[in-house]
């Protein structure tokens, strides 16, 4: 019980595990299932990237690469505070990093709109520090914007959804909305990325809640 409360509280700057100065592994240039780099550091002109946390990062992941309009996709770890962690530094609960999914795409094919309200209806953003049976912070449902026009996007369709699931009785939302520049994304080791391609009947959490959201028009 200690310990999985540990895991659901964010370290502070001072007992964060300290992590590295620099990546320490190399990833594959591309991509297992789009035509696409894994590493988008430099994002083709008028092309935008949303950053996503919600749960297990293996089966978010394979839901957006899916989408229509996505370009390409990568697993990391964000929100934090550790510098370059690894897999395990993550799930201890103390580097201070959600699982994040990084997803580029093509605004001319799809909307940030739309893509956040599929991350809404693929988690449960009710459940705070977990998704179903994944317990910890590393679990927690966030949104890290890019520009003012996608936090107002962000804070709409989760005022928006709250409403029904008000309606509904299902909770609060507890979804974290941060800018990205707070938080760098920290890549994820190459086991992680695109993990479902290479395993196919690995483990997927879609803990949900069975609620569609209104969409603007």
């Known amino acids: ?3 999985s409360r540990t895991k659901s509280e964010l370290p502070t700057a001072e007992n964060a595990l300290k992590g590295r100065p620099d990546a320490w592994f190399n990833l594959r ?3 297992v299932v789009l035509d696409a780099p894994v590493v988008t550091d430099e994002v083709p002109d008028g092309y935008e990237v949303a950053l996503f946390g919600l749960g297990c990062f293996w089966g ?3 839901i957006f690469w899916q989408k229509p309009g996505v370009w390409s996709t990568s697993v990391g770890y964000a929100g934090g505070i550790t510098p370059h962690p690894s897999y395990e ?3 201890t609960g103390r580097t201070g990093h959600t699982e994040a999914v990084r997803v580029v795409f093509d605004p001319t094919k799809t909307s940030y709109e739309e893509l956040v309200a599929t991350f809404f209806e693929v988690h449960d953003p ?3 520090m977990r998704q179903g049976n994944d317990v910890g912070s ?4 966030a949104i890290y914007y ?3 026009q996608q936090e107002k996007v962000a804070r709409e369709v989760t005022e928006r959804y709250q409403k029904v699931l008000t309606e509904q009785r299902l909770g609060d939302i507890t979804t974290e909305i941060r800018p990205a520049s707070e938080t760098p994304y920290y890549y994820a080791e190459d086991v992680h990325q695109q993990y ?3 395993n196919p009947f690995g483990y997927r959490c879609h803990a949900n809640t069975g609620v569609r959201v209104p969409r603007a028009s």
């Open 196 to 198: 479902l391609a290479k």
């Open 138 to 141: 590393q679990y927690r449902s």
């Open 146 to 148: 890019e520009t003012p």
């Open 126 to 128: 009710t459940q705070g």
């Open 1 to 3: 019980m200690l310990f």
């Open 60 to 62: 978010a992941e394979e």
């Open 89 to 91: 530094e993550v799930c």
């Open 29 to 31: 240039e591309k991509h």
